[in-house]
């Protein structure tokens, strides 16, 4: 069987609990705030619901859930302090065991897609950078639902 190779194709092929975890996710970052204007990531577009993609892989006994987001501008200076709280708000939320998660900028929206991607998907860069306060003062103000 051919591989799906576009997001939509992907959604399509995604299985009711693999859509149901697809929604939840997206309900979580579609709230956060954006640093610079008044509204939501999903007032801006910044996230859409089909470039989310959940894949659970019972041979390997993990979830993968791929999140590809779009910057309002491609020289966003803000873009990686999106991205930390897109993760950062997911891990606070879900509690769900053996679950990996890629946030990636989509392809030729950002000039520096491969630093942010690299930074917010790098174990240790990710915690170190919420481990300084700064950051996670304002990862925190972004992320809270009660604006």
Do not use: F, R, S, W
């Given at each position: 069987m051919?591989?799906?190779r576009t997001e939509k194709e992907k959604c399509l092929k995604m299985t009711k609990?693999?859509?149901?975890l697809r929604d939840q996710i997206y309900d979580i970052i579609a709230t956060i705030k954006d640093p610079?204007?008044?509204?939501?990531?999903?007032e801006l577009d910044v996230v859409q619901e089909d470039l989310i993609t959940v894949r659970k892989?019972?041979?390997?006994?993990?979830?993968?859930?791929?999140i590809k987001w779009i910057p309002t501008v491609?020289?966003?200076h803000l873009a990686l302090t999106i991205a930390l709280c897109m993760r950062a708000k997911i891990e606070q939320e879900l509690a769900i065991?053996?679950?990996?998660?890629?946030?990636?900028?989509?392809?030729?929206k950002h000039q520096l897609k491969k630093e942010i991607d690299k930074q917010v998907n790098d174990k240790e860069r990710y915690s170190?950078?919420?481990?300084?306060?700064?950051?996670?003062?304002v990862i925190e103000e972004l992320i809270d639902d009660d604006y």
């Open positions: 051919e591989e799906p609990e693999e859509k149901l610079e204007k008044p509204y939501t990531l999903e892989d019972d041979d390997l006994g993990y979830i993968h859930v791929m491609p020289h966003c065991p053996n679950l990996k998660i890629d946030i990636i900028v989509e392809k030729d170190a950078a919420l481990e300084k306060e700064e950051v996670m003062a």
